[in-house]
């Protein structure tokens, strides 16, 4: 007699960042979103911000996550809170026995990121960081790749320039006025999406978002970053030019097998692109090229009236979503990878952290990984 597969109650630990990854692993059937949980000390806005998405769902919120996991029968956590978070409460659920989703970047620091993988490879739950590997452009990519169109990749490029906002533009803060402070800026960004740095620590766009990139690359080569040789600067926005992060950067990639790599990244302001930004990945083998667009497929909407920040170009057939979350319910049913586990984040998290740190000294690091530290 068949018997349907289990559904998966998931508890939304915390929404302060984004509630993207919560609505995210719901579409999927099998994951049905039951609380919203946070700890009961952090301020009077994260309380705020996560009673309206509780309310959105129509489901509680206690503002005390242990009590939450346990009273609730959770199977599934979904981490979202400001950066600094991210490892905590992931750990935490995990030693509950919760599988866990969460949002990036991993940690802001190598000791949490250490004591996340540690704590996952103790407990054997399937871990997850959402990504964006599952774009339609990414997998006819990845099948061309596997399917020796382009023979052996042997060196890859990728563009990932966001088009969105940051606050004022660099150079528009008048003479007197103080720096604008990070953590604020980041809390009132909130209400337009562009909040992707929340947290008290400053973070530039390689800590924010090089993991999008840098999963493509892994995802499509199976390759481990090595060597990094970067720069940075504040160019676009004063909010990053005030704090001494990067809003742009470029970063040379030297991987195991040979393969050599590279990544422009930027958060380069809405009016410069019609939609998102200009995301695309050169990918040169032995035998031919791929060039991608990462947007694609898509369709143009233009019409009189239209609010300036809505985007002109917009995906279409994409699924990314569903298939993140059906690939985690496989990891959980058979106890098999997700495709970004803990320890694929982290070696993400590490090129980044050593693509910063050669920023800062001006010369070639090594990247240490997790199975190196």
């Known amino acids: 007699?068949?018997?349907?597969?289990?559904?998966?109650?998931?508890?939304?630990?915390?929404?302060?960042?984004?509630?993207?990854?919560?609505?995210?692993?719901?579409?999927?059937?099998?994951?049905?979103?039951?609380?919203?949980?946070?700890?009961?000390?952090?301020?009077?806005?994260?309380?705020?911000?996560?009673?309206?998405?509780?309310?959105?769902?129509?489901?509680?919120?206690?503002?005390?996550?242990?009590?939450?996991?346990?009273?609730?029968?959770?199977?599934?956590?979904?981490?979202?809170?400001?950066?600094?978070?991210?490892?905590?409460?992931?750990?935490?659920?995990?030693?509950?026995g919760k599988h866990v989703v969460q949002d990036k970047p991993l940690a802001t620091q190598r000791s949490e990121a250490d004591r996340l993988v540690r704590t996952i490879d103790e407990t054997g739950v399937r871990f997850l960081m959402w990504n964006r590997n599952f774009l339609?452009?990414?997998?006819?990519?990845?099948?061309?790749?596997?399917?020796?169109?382009?023979g052996r990749p042997y060196a890859i490029h990728s563009d990932f320039y966001f088009a969105k906002d940051a606050g004022p533009r660099k150079g528009e803060r008048l003479p007197g006025y103080p720096p604008l402070n990070w953590h604020a800026h980041q809390i009132a960004s909130h209400i337009d999406g562009s909040d992707g740095g929340l947290g008290r620590e400053p973070m530039g766009e390689l800590a924010i978002e090089a993991i999008y990139p840098l999963g493509y690359i892994e995802s499509l080569l199976g390759t481990r970053v090595e060597r990094v040789f970067a720069r940075s600067t504040a160019h676009f926005h004063q909010v990053y030019a005030d704090n001494n992060v990067e809003d742009l950067a470029s970063v040379t990639l030297e991987m195991s097998g040979g393969v050599l790599g590279s990544l422009a990244i930027g958060r380069i302001g809405a009016?410069?692109?019609?939609?998102?930004?200009?995301?695309?990945?050169?990918?040169?083998?032995?035998?031919?090229?791929?060039?991608?667009?990462?947007?694609?497929p898509g369709v143009g909407i233009y019409y009189r009236g239209q609010p300036a920040k809505e985007p002109r170009q917009r995906r279409v057939?994409?699924?990314?979503?569903?298939?993140?979350?059906?690939?985690?319910?496989?990891?959980?049913?058979?106890?098999?990878?997700?495709?970004?586990?803990a320890r694929t984040s982290y070696d993400i998290f590490a090129t980044c952290e050593a693509a910063r740190e050669s920023c800062r000294s001006g010369r070639p690091v090594n990247v240490v990984g997790a199975t190196q530290s």
């Open 1 to 96: 007699m068949w018997t349907p597969p289990k559904r998966f109650r998931c508890a939304v630990l915390s929404a302060l960042k984004h509630d993207y990854v919560a609505r995210g692993v719901a579409v999927h059937p099998r994951f049905e979103l039951v609380v919203v949980a946070d700890d009961r000390q952090i301020a009077d806005w994260g309380h705020a911000r996560n009673q309206q998405f509780a309310d959105v769902l129509g489901v509680p919120y206690v503002p005390d996550i242990e009590r939450a996991l346990a009273d609730f029968d959770v199977d599934v956590a979904i981490v979202s809170p400001e950066a600094e978070r991210h490892c905590d409460l992931s750990i935490r659920a995990a030693r509950a």
């Open 317 to 341: 057939a994409s699924e990314n979503d569903f298939l993140l979350a059906q690939n985690f319910a496989e990891a959980i049913d058979s106890g098999g990878r997700t495709i970004m586990d």
């Open 271 to 296: 009016a410069s692109h019609s939609s998102g930004g200009d995301i695309n990945l050169v990918v040169h083998g032995d035998r031919g090229t791929l060039v991608v667009n990462e947007a694609h």
């Open 136 to 150: 339609p452009a990414v997998n006819e990519t990845r099948r061309q790749i596997a399917e020796g169109v382009i």
